[in-house]
């Protein structure tokens, strides 16, 4: 290995949001990672720095280039710049997109259990909340499209959050199954808007469809929410690359975004981006790698030491779901166990929604040391 991953750093008191808001839990919970980026491209960070001024950004030809090589390589899509709209961050662009595309109290769809956030954004914008559920089936996740397309035509759903790859539950859909959820969504004129945060972490084997590959039909009622901040860990950088085909929607959706008062790039953020496209893949690759060994890992000790407890195979993202159904524990026991017996700071299951009862999401982007120490507190909570 190149990088190294074992490499424990100190995130106490750098305002960061998994480790200073408790300093009592050990944290596996929010979605960053406690890896440094590599010095190749903290050089670039650091070049930036030390030119001294951070006026006013705008996104530069050179950024374009970079996102566009990593999207024909990595996703098999093309960057067009016109079509594309760069923002603060993910959920800021669930935010707008909804406002851009649905009127208040027009229904949007999303499936749960889900990442937390797509029902508030929701519901905070005034739109009226449908969840069609995701159905746990021998230790994998499905949509029943029957239910899905039920949803949709009796609520008249307008919009359509999608979580692809899906946090939680770790499924990477497949080509068939997001042409069937954008074929429903076509009939019924329904926008698609797809949150594709965490499609750089597929697990080997697995393949990624990015929606904006699925054909120019689907692309007109689509807004396609992707970002280097998981990938590269630049969540603290705020930057997000936001893609609106459809003339119209983008007009929308750029009328909403100046109502916001938004309009220039963070320039380190840029920065960052931009040197982690052209630059990232062998670091992420060796991650990748790092963190099939956190899986392995994780699922070794649970058959081991804690085989009531049961990992859901992940497809893709560093978060694991595990299902704790079988300790015969109820879910505020469960809860409290994590919390004041393990000392652990995971996401609880019931955050994500319908049918997260039980579960609770664990992140493994940490050295192994780490999740080592996580790993047996857990199990000495729950013997
Ligand atoms: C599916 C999903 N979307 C969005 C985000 C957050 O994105 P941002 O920080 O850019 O708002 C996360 C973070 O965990 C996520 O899992």
Known sequence: MTYNFDRVIDRHNTGSVKFDIRHDLLPLWVADMDFPLPDEILNEIKKRVDHGIF??????TSYWKALDSWCRREYGYQVKPAEWITVPGIVY???????????PSDAVLIEQPVYYPFSQV???NGRTLVVSPLFYNNGRYTRDLVAFENAVRANNVKAFILCSPHNPVGRV??????????EIC????VTVIADEIHCDF?????QFTSFATLGDEYKQKLILCTAPSKTFNLAGLQVSNILVPNPEIRQCFKRENQANGYNEINALGM???EACYNMGKPWLEELKKYLEGNIAYVNNFLVQNLPEVKLVEPEGTYLLWLDFHGTGLSNNEVKERIENKAKLWLDHGDIFGDGGALFERINIACPRSTLEQAMNQLAKAFK
């Not at 006026?55 to 530069?60: E, W």
């Not at 662009?93 to 009127?103: D, N, P």
Request: hydrophobic fraction near 40%; charge should be positive; proline fraction near 2%.
């Open 202 to 206: 597929i697990r080997p084997g697995v």
């Open 173 to 182: 859909w497949t080509r068939e199954e997001l042409q069937a959820v954008a």
């Open 122 to 124: 929701v519901k905070d």
């Open 186 to 189: 076509q009939r019924y004129g």
């Open 271 to 273: 920065t960052a981006a």
């Open 93 to 103: 662009s669930l935010s707008i997109a909804i406002r851009a595309v649905t009127e």
């Open 55 to 60: 006026g006013y950004t705008m996104t530069t």
